[in-house]
Structure formats: structure tokens, C-alpha cells
């Protein structure tokens, strides 16, 4: 082998590994909030007690435990042994899509089944394209045919809507 190319690998081999080697993985940052009461300022009052919190909340991703036990009025859940999806009538939007047989690898979540879709997401919401507009569904209430379904095979879930003249209808 050329000493060129020997010499092109093991840089390529050095700043595939070196950079991992000189850096830290970052821990989330902790404020410690109150402290001793002592003072001019604070003589009379009571002492607060020492907290942690995270300096920037980081949402939860977790799947909601309570949408799999009593699905609110504007949620509809579809379960399987597989997964756990909860739709929501208003848009006919997905709001929490989770693999329940493959644990989260995120440590603040304990290995609980894996949310892939993040709460707050807007991801998948629905429009449709008509001529040179948009119709965005967010906005539109929509009715199941079912308000939770526990899926055994081909299970069509159907949601539909009506505005003004126009109807939609989502399987």
C-alpha cells in the first residue's frame, strides 16, 4: 500500500476519534433557588428551603398514561400490542404516537415505551391544497367513529367533518 493512502486513514481514523475524546458530554445545569435567612432584608420572615429545579425545563415527551385509561372528549386512542396513537377530533390531527414494546433511551424517562412524536408538535397537522390556497383542517371538529379502538387487524378508524358547505372525511 502507498504510504499516502496509509497516511489519508489514520487522519481520517484520528478526526473520527480524537473530537469524542477531548469533549465533555454536557450536564443539564442546576439553579439552586433560596437559602438562609439571615439579614436585614429577611428578619421577620420565614427561611425557604433549598431547591434544585433545571435551569431550562426540557419538555416531556413521555406518553400520557391517562389518554390509555379515560380519553378525554376530543381525544380518540387506538391501541394495539404494538403502539398507541391518540388522535384529536379538532384537526383530526396525531398528538401522541407511541411504540410500546421499545423502551426511550432519554435517562429522564426511565426506559418507559417510546414517544416518537413530541406533544407540542405540529407535525402532522392536515391541510388540504385547492387551486393556489390552503384549507387548513386545525380548526375543524371532527367525529369519530369510534372514541377509542383497540385494533385486532384491518380496523378502520373513520373521522369526519362538515364546515360550512364542505365535508371531509379521514379513514
Known amino acids: 500500500m502507498d504510504r499516502r493512502v496509509l497516511l489519508a486513514v489514520v487522519l481520517m481514523m484520528a478526526v473520527a476519534i ?7 458530554s454536557k450536564k443539564p445545569a442546576v439553579v439552586q433557588t433560596g437559602g438562609q435567612a439571615g439579614g ?7 427561611a425557604p428551603t433549598a431547591s434544585a429545579v433545571p435551569a431550562s425545563p426540557i419538555p416531556s415527551a413521555q406518553p400520557s398514561d391517562s389518554l390509555s385509561l379515560r380519553p378525554s372528549d376530543d381525544t380518540v386512542v387506538v391501541t394495539s400490542p404494538l403502539y398507541r396513537y391518540a388522535l384529536s377530533t379538532r384537526g383530526g390531527r396525531l398528538i401522541e404516537a407511541t411504540l410500546l414494546r421499545y ?3 432519554r ?3 426511565n426506559r418507559r415505551p417510546a414517544q416518537i412524536l413530541t406533544p407540542q408538535s405540529d407535525l402532522l397537522t392536515l391541510g388540504l391544497l385547492s387551486g393556489r390556497d390552503t384549507v387548513w383542517l386545525r380548526d375543524w371538529q371532527f367525529e369519530p367513529s369510534a372514541r377509542s379502538l383497540n385494533v385486532q387487524g384491518a380496523t378502520p378508524l373513520r373521522l ?3 364546515q360550512g358547505g364542505d365535508a371531509i372525511s379521514l379513514t
Open 40 to 46: 436585614p432584608a429577611d428578619s421577620g420572615r420565614a
Open 18 to 24: 480524537l473530537p469524542s475524546m477531548f469533549s465533555k
Open 107 to 109: 435517562p429522564e424517562e
Open 160 to 162: 369526519t367533518a362538515r
Open 103 to 105: 423502551p426511550s433511551m
